[in-house]
Nanobody, 129 residues
Framework: QVQLVESGGGLVQAGDSLRLTCTAS????????MGWFRQPPGKEREFVGA????????YYAGSVKGRFTISRDNAKNTVYLQMNNLKPEDTANYYC??????????????????????WGQGTQVTVSS
């Protein structure tokens, strides 16, 4: 099993930056791909971005491409979501997820929730205008 804990959320103003951290435990880092999702208030969960186990590939939703960057440090079992130029529409609860058992992460499956086997509890990001 993999346990995931997100941190780094908070209240910021539009245009600000924030870095979210997802710390994993229970399985060695570098053996599974990771994704970030978010759920805005009153809306369904949506894909933000993902990174393969070796960081060779990253995938992003169109709404965050160019503003958000995913990276990982396998030695620390940690994945990061750097969010720049935040907008009020980025307000959401942000979740990290681990794709441990399924096929390799691709552009086509990275955005699907069913690709991921473990989920964190989320961290709230609120962007004021």
């Amino acid at each position: 099993q993999v346990q995931l804990v997100e941190s780094g959320g908070g209240l910021v103003q539009a245009g600000d930056s924030l870095r979210l951290t997802c710390t994993a435990s229970g399985r060695p880092g570098g053996t599974y791909s990771m994704g970030w999702f978010r759920q805005p208030p009153g809306k369904e969960r949506e894909f933000v971005g993902a990174i393969t186990w070796n960081a060779d590939n990253t995938y992003y939703a169109g709404s965050v491409k160019g503003r958000f960057t995913i990276s990982r440090d396998n030695a620390k079992n940690t994945v990061y979501l750097q969010m720049n130029n935040l907008k009020p529409e980025d307000t959401a609860n942000y979740y990290c997820a681990a794709a441990v058992y399924g096929p390799a992460l691709t552009e086509f499956n990275s955005g699907q929730g069913r690709t991921y086997d473990y989920w964190g509890q989320g961290t709230q990001v609120t962007v004021s205008s």
